[in-house]
Nanobody, 123 residues
Framework: VQLQASGGGLVQAGGSLRLSCAFSGRPFSNYGMGWFRQAPRKEREYVAS????????DYAAFVKGRFTISRDNAKNTIDLQMNSLNPEDTAVYYC?????????????????WGQGTLVTVSS
């Protein structure tokens, strides 16, 4: 399995970014998918996840309605639309896949990881 994350960049506070993750190597619809992030000197933390059919989602409390996770099983991709970004959202963002779990919030519950894409929010 390979995951390739993209879409990171530099944005001003209050702005938006859309991250994407391309999945390959196994049947995509068998995997629960999630996004995590890791800021400098901090542990990797859960952001959001989406069910195998894309109909259900789950978010970390800090998202507060600003982010939207989605998936397209025809294209083998997941996206993370991020709005109202603030400097505290600055981190490397990772997509991850789990064959066993749905809405898993622990990094240990994901078998496959993308390489990460850097999001920097300036004040």
């Amino acid at each position: 399995v390979q995951l390739q994350a993209s879409g990171g960049g530099l944005v001003q506070a209050g702005g938006s970014l859309r991250l994407s993750c391309a999945f390959s190597g196994r049947p995509f619809s068998n995997y629960g998918m999630g996004w995590f992030r890791q800021a400098p000197r901090k542990e990797r933390e859960y952001v959001a996840s989406v069910s195998r059919n894309g109909r259900s989602t789950d978010y970390a409390a800090f998202v507060k309605g600003r982010f939207t996770i989605s998936r397209d099983n025809a294209k083998n991709t997941i996206d993370l639309q991020m709005n109202s970004l603030n400097p505290e959202d600055t981190a490397v963002y990772y997509c991850a896949g789990s064959i066993y779990y749905t809405f898993a919030r622990s990094p240990d519950e994901y078998e496959y990881w993308g390489q990460g894409t850097l999001v920097t929010v300036s004040s």
